[in-house]
């Protein structure tokens, strides 16, 4: 398997480029996110790369991030999404936009790219929203542990989220404490009709 190619951009094309490496010319089929991020032709470009095969097709696709290549390998593993649709998915949004949708569960962003249903959207944020990491800044352990136990408590993710980060922000550290304080907003919400 290829895990990734260094070399000369001979060409750029909407969806794909060609690489030379040594002599030879990759087809790399690329996303739009990493199409714009690339220099001009001749110039030297670096792919992380994800090897499709199949009985009749070898293909490659490059991106410029692991970030992106872990979440295309992640939407391969829906049911009805192909390398194609992946790569369709990651051209209509960026993979830090992706991982947002999927956090705040927003159905019509996601249905905004071409040729994603709402059927398949809402397959997808069940699918990957406890797999891909979370957008922005990362919280520490203390953070994911109570936000975990949150949702294990039937809260939905981008409820317990936002709880969390409001008392995240108010230097409560600790997970007892961030947890107490968690479920004495949350119910405080729930009394409010809020949840």
């Not at 490659?60 to 992106?68: A, M, P, Q, V």
């Not at 989220?161 to 961030?178: F, P």
Request: aromatic fraction near 6%; proline fraction near 2%; include cysteine.
């Amino acid at each position: 398997m290829i895990g990734s190619l260094r070399g000369i951009l001979l060409k750029k094309q909407p969806d794909h480029v060609l690489l030379e490496v040594n002599g030879i010319g990759y087809h790399i089929n690329v996303s739009f996110h990493t199409i714009s991020s690339l220099a001009d032709e001749g110039s030297k470009a670096f792919l992380y790369i994800y090897t499709h095969v199949r009985e009749d097709i070898l293909q490659l696709f490059g991106f410029t991030s692991e970030d992106e290549k872990k979440i295309f390998i992640a939407l391969l593993g829906i049911s009805g999404i192909g390398p194609k649709m992946a790569l369709n998915i990651l051209s209509g949004i960026s993979h830090e936009g992706l991982l947002s949708a999927i956090e705040t569960e927003d159905v019509a962003l996601l249905c905004r790219i071409p040729g994603l249903g709402k059927k398949t959207a809402s397959r997808l944020i069940l699918e990957l929203r406890e797999k891909l990491p979370s957008s922005g800044k990362m919280k520490n352990r203390v953070f994911e542990d109570t936000l975990s136990a949150l949702i294990n408590l039937g809260y939905k993710k981008s409820v317990a989220q936002n709880c969390l980060e409001r008392l995240y922000n108010k230097e409560i550290k600790d997970i007892e404490g961030l947890l107490r304080e968690s479920l004495k907003y949350l119910t405080g919400d729930v009394r409010e009709g809020n949840r």
